[in-house]
């Protein structure tokens, strides 16, 4: 998977949580948006 799609699957997880009221979810959506593809994989095994 590549690191644009790891974080486009990320911020759909971040948004579905919020949607489903779990509105501190948006507060990783910037982190995601700035991470690298190493910080992405350590998010991803986090969420």
Do not use: C, K, Q
């Not at 509105?23 to 190493?38: F, T, V, Y």
Request: cysteine-free; charged content about 35%; proline content about 0%.
């Amino acid at each position: 998977m590549s690191e644009e799609e790891l974080r486009e699957l990320l911020l759909a997880e971040v948004y579905a949580g919020a949607f489903s009221g779990l509105g501190a979810m948006l507060l990783d959506e910037d982190r995601i948006r700035n991470a690298g593809a190493e910080e992405l994989e350590e998010l991803a095994r986090d969420l």
